[in-house]
Nanobody
Framework: QVYLEESGGGSVQAGESLTLSCVVT????????FGWFRRAPGKDQEFVAA????????FYANTAKGRFAISRDNTKNTVFLQMNNLMPEDTAVYYC?????????????????WGQGTQVTISS
């Protein structure tokens, strides 16, 4: 079993930045790829970013490219999502998820373990 706990959400103005963290316990951290997903009010869940076990493979949604950066610290069992130049349309609950294996993917169905989410609210 893999346990994930997100933090770092909050309410900020458009153009500002936030860094989300996801602390992982219960499994060997480096065995897993991780992803960030989000769900905005009234919308389906969508992929944001993913990172492979080594950090060498990364994927981003088009809406995240150039503004968001995913990273991981294998010594601290933590995954990060640095979000810059935030916009009101980024408002959502952000979820960290762990893949069963080490290869990053944008497919939510591949992620077996999910955190509870952290709220991000961007005002204009």
């Amino acid at each position: 079993q893999v346990y994930l706990e997100e933090s770092g959400g909050g309410s900020v103005q458009a153009g500002e930045s936030l860094t989300l963290s996801c602390v992982v316990t219960g499994s060997t951290f480096s065995d897993h790829a991780f992803g960030w997903f989000r769900r905005a009010p009234g919308k389906d869940q969508e992929f944001v970013a993913a990172i492979s076990w080594s950090g060498g493979g990364k994927f981003y949604a088009n809406t995240a490219k150039g503004r968001f950066a995913i990273s991981r610290d294998n010594t601290k069992n933590t995954v990060f999502l640095q979000m810059n130049n935030l916009m009101p349309e980024d408002t959502a609950v952000y979820y960290c998820a762990a893949d069963r294996g080490p290869i990053a993917t944008i497919d939510a169905g591949r992620y077996a373990y999910w955190g509870q989410g952290t709220q991000v609210t961007i005002s204009s």
